[in-house]
């Protein structure tokens, strides 16, 4: 209002010097009539001023300052509304990751890159030893086990370290690593104190079973062979073929049981490849025959690996009795190999009846057989996959299979050139 009536008084300082000058020519009545009427005009003037502008415009600034100001009052209600909603959001996410974590049979941990621990179970306590772990706790001072420690920070940078297995006062560990978001890692704890033991109460009981039949099928044989000239010849060989099949099963779980427990010892050793494949295919010969089956052989002669001689032998045996076995009569066996990049690449083809694709993964599990209706007379106890697939892991090597029904099936191993020094 001041700015104003200084703006009005300054522009009627003209008729003020007006009002003087009229006075000094007329005297100094004249003078002080002319200042009075100055005054009169110039509040005339600011009246008019005020009504006619000033105040309409006060009203209308007035009117946006209140209205601007209630909305920038309601933005800031706004926004803090959504903050509180972001923030219960976020307080029940994170009570829902916990009430699901802690449903989990097994441990959980996770860290973020700087190996602070953000969320742990009760099982990730159990496994660490402690009671409670405040989100924000240093990793260091939770485990103290270098390989694990080693392997989350590795998975925190984005790496993914293999399986750790850990024993600790609290039983058998599987350890597992994977890294999560911008930085951090989740680990998984499996106790696996049960299934080791059940899995060890299994050898024991397969190698004592095969040890206690060995005995018994001895002396069955020793009586047949001698009883042999005293009866049918075609009986005769039909107990002998039956004994031979019992002691080779046997021979089959105690050969299983000693390569699941970790006993079996590899002796590396330069070979030529054609020398075995020649060995296990002149022995697969002699039931290919009987099967009518054609056994062919396709093996570069200078092809070399380092590996195990034996181990390597009874995965080539057990693939082409398979071969032959599930074969059809005039059928086709082909032992094929190559060298690949540091590899040794064989393959074993047949042209059999095939497997059906939902039991192609299942046929390298012990003792599974597939629908025995499809192979009718077809003995064993599903072992001679099991048995390759953990000869071919003793040996560094790689096992897959392709099968078509009607078609037939091909089984690949890949071994490494030097096995003693892996793939």
Avoid at 339 to 358: A, H, K, S
């Amino acid at each position: 209002m001041i700015r104003h009536l200084i703006l009005v008084v300054v522009s009627a300082l003209p008729l003020l010097m007006v009002a003087i000058l009229a006075g000094a020519a007329h005297g100094p009545g004249a003078m002080l009539a002319g200042v009075l009427l100055w005054l009169v005009g110039v509040a005339i003037l600011a009246t008019t001023v005020w009504r006619e502008t000033v105040e309409p415009l006060e009203r209308l600034l007035g009117g946006l300052g209140a209205r601007t100001g209630h909305a920038a009052l309601w933005k800031v209600r706004e926004l803090h509304e959504d903050l509180e909603a972001c923030r219960t959001e976020r307080e029940a996410s994170r009570e829902l990751l916990a009430d699901l974590s802690a449903g989990l049979a097994d441990g959980l941990l996770v860290v973020d890159r700087k190996l602070k621990v953000r969320l742990i179970n009760p099982e990730g306590l159990r496994f660490c030893g402690v009671e409670e772990v405040q989100p924000g706790t240093s990793l260091l001072k939770v485990l103290r086990d270098p390989e694990i420690l080693e392997a989350v920070e590795h998975g925190a940078r984005g790496g993914r370290p293999g399986p750790i297995l850990h024993e600790n006062p609290r039983g058998v560990w599987e350890v597992r690593v994977s890294p999560v978001g911008r930085g951090g890692a989740v680990v998984l704890l499996a106790e696996v104190s049960l299934i080791r033991r059940s899995a060890e109460l299994r050898r024991r009981f397969v190698q004592d079973l095969s040890h206690e039949i060995r005995s018994p099928l001895a002396v069955l044989r020793t009586t047949v062979e001698a009883l042999e000239e005293e009866v049918d010849p075609a009986a005769a060989d039909l107990l002998v073929r039956q004994v031979e099949r019992i002691t080779r099963l046997s021979e089959e779980l105690q050969e299983l049981a000693e390569i699941e427990s970790g006993e079996l010892e590899l002796v590396p050793e330069m070979l030529r490849l054609a020398e075995v494949t020649g060995e296990a295919v002149a022995d697969a010969r002699g039931n290919a025959l009987r099967a009518r089956v054609t056994v062919e052989e396709r093996v570069p002669p200078n092809l070399e690996l380092v590996t195990d001689r034996r181990c390597l032998l009874r995965v080539l045996a057990n693939l082409l009795d398979n071969a032959v076995k599930y074969n059809r009569p005039g059928g086709r066996v082909e032992l094929r190999a190559r060298g690949e990049d540091g590899w040794v690449v064989l393959e074993v083809e047949d042209t059999g009846r095939g497997i059906p694709p939902d039991e192609v993964r299942a046929v390298f599990q012990r003792f599974y057989r597939v629908e025995r209706g499809r192979t009718p007379g077809r003995g064993g106890l599903g072992l001679g996959l099991a048995i390759v697939k953990h000869l071919v892991q003793r040996l560094g090597g790689r096992l897959e299979l392709h099968s078509r029904e009607g078609v037939g099936t091909t089984v690949t191993v890949r071994l490494p050139t030097n096995a003693a020094q892996g793939p």
